[in-house]
């Protein structure tokens, strides 16, 4: 009777699944899995990250690009801790990831053994389930539900913890042979008749609806049934600024994002305006919301979203349907074609209003800069020469609000993203990676600042070693200048360990073998992109730009705050 490892029952359990890439940093409790993976290299490519948070990071964005669960893994003690923070983001954002972690031996358990921690209890407030897996026995049954749950309802993160000892032990090949299978569920057949009828009364009872576009949207892949809904019922549409992209923000009906980090001053208006805002796929964050000022107090609200524990939570609901954003709003389709006239909205006087509003708050940034570049003019260059269907990944900070409310998304569907459940610094360069392994013929950009680049800096050797051809632009300020804004418009311009030496990154990337360009003035933008656009190599451009006190970035509470300060 032939024997079989718990590890390589872990590795063909993951390539039943269809895993192609699994992302990590290798340790101590984790050979055993690393001779697996060694053994199944052609159907399943590791990635070695130079960090585990990398690692964690770069297996999100490929879930988000993909729509596939993304894999990564790290060792036990300091590997699991660095991990957290990817696995949290992922699992907030409702993005379908497995962290597998492995572990010290079940029997040097609690005898102060190096790296021996409780991993179960650190993952548990981070994700949707977590266990930790006893005997190579149990691992299919556990593949399987782990996968089952990463994708079902609202998607989240698993944590599977593996003691070396397990993926050590041998046991029969035939004891575990008929549950080496990949499950597979029917298609949902979902049916809102009742939830339909007054959802349309409502409509018909306002007079100016507005739909807001969530993550959800692009989650659930429902970019096509909110556009066909929208242009048979006329009804205008913003988004969040994780719901970027859900629909073509060239469209006539596209109000663009929302909130606050981002989000358009006539946008913000007309959903205040509104008597009936239709959330779909949308938590009604702090950030979406204003802080929950958004809608009017005498609005009527429609929450649609696949969690029961979002529905009311922020706001009282008229009406609230609990189900994933593409099966309401097909079937919703579905019914006002059969039994409504299309809405005639290309001439309506709304529609006009719209694409006026767009044009003066795109042309309101469009004026004279000082001798410094400002991030508006990389956004503009970047509009003017990036293909509609590239992969733009934007760290938290100074590029944020800029790409969010003033890049112009065309094509719907994920092209852009932003980590917006925690902004953990450092997720925009290894995640450029993984988009270009997930979609090598897309052009892919990653956006990130000083500060964050601090984080990461060691994944151009990754960048390099793979030859993932994405072009870096960093927006080189000298400091931490998210937080150096805060102190300027809210604490007396005390400023305060936000600062950092003069650091020239074109130089670094070259140091690990990465082409790169400094870029000092705005006249030098053009050019630079131009050269980064086709490139088949990894490419670091360094742009010396301003620090964002001096000019304030579409951020509502701080465009207000400054307004106030100028009056004084």
Known sequence: MISIKGSKILVKMLKVYGVEFIFGVPGDTGTALYEALFDEKESIKHVLARQERSAGFMADVYARLTGKTGICEAPSGGGATYILPAVAEANDSSIPLIAITTDVAENEKNKNTITDLDQYSIFKPITKWNTVISSANGIPAVIRKAFRLANSGRPGAINLSIPKNVLEEEVKEEEIASEIYREKTPDEKLKFENEIKEFIHLIKNAEFPVIVAGGGVLISGAENELLEFIEYSGIPVATTITGKGSVSEIHPLSLGVIGGNGGRDYANEIVKNSDLVIFIGCKTGSVATLNWSLVSKNARVIQIDIDPNVIGKNYKNTLGITTNAKSFLRELTVFYRNNFRKKEWINDPITKRILEYREQWLTSFDRKFRKKIHPFQIIKEMQKLLPDDSIIIVDPGTATPYIAGCYIQKKPGRKIIFPRA?????????????????????????????????????????????????????????????????????????????????????KIASAFGIKSMKIKQPSEIETALIQVVNTNNPFLLDFTIDELPFDIPPVHFWKEINKMKNSE
């Open 422 to 506: 925690h902004g953990g610094l450092g997720y925009a360069l290894p995640s450029a990676i993984a988009a270009k392994l997930a979609f090598p013929d897309l052009p892919v950009f990653s956006l990130i600042g000083d500060g964050s680049i601090g984080f990461c800096l060691g994944e151009l050797e990754t960048a390099l070693r793979l030859n993932a051809p994405a072009v870096f632009i960093v927006f080189n300020n000298g400091c931490f200048s998210w937080i150096k804004t805060l102190q300027f418009l809210y604490h007396n311009e005390k400023y305060f360990s936000v600062d950092f030496h003069p650091l020239d990154y074109s």
